[in-house]
């Protein structure tokens, strides 16, 4: 799960190395427009619907982060 979760940021931000236990808000990798962009990508990916109410910015801090909502979200690991 971690590998495609990877991948998909890195397809999304390409000038950005997702695989740095960073921040990816803080540290300006991600902004508004691609956790909505991520959001789709999550749930097509992992066949999944990521609710309204978890699209905040710290489930989209981390690789771990964003792992625990496709968890909390219904997605296999």
């Not at 390409?14 to 960073?22: A, G, L, S, V, Y």
């Not at 540290?27 to 309204?52: A, C, K, R």
Request: proline share 3%; aromatic share 8%; glycine share 6%.
């Amino acid at each position: 799960m971690e590998q495609k979760i990877i991948k998909i940021l890195t397809d999304l931000r390409p000038e950005f190395d997702f695989t740095k236990n960073i921040n990816f808000i803080e540290e300006g990798m991600l902004d508004s427009f691609d956790i909505v962009n991520l959001v789709s990508e999550l749930d097509s990916t992992f066949g999944i619907s990521i609710d309204g109410v978890d699209i905040l910015p710290e489930n989209f801090s981390s690789v771990d982060a964003i792992k625990k909502l496709l968890v909390k979200n219904g997605a296999k690991e």
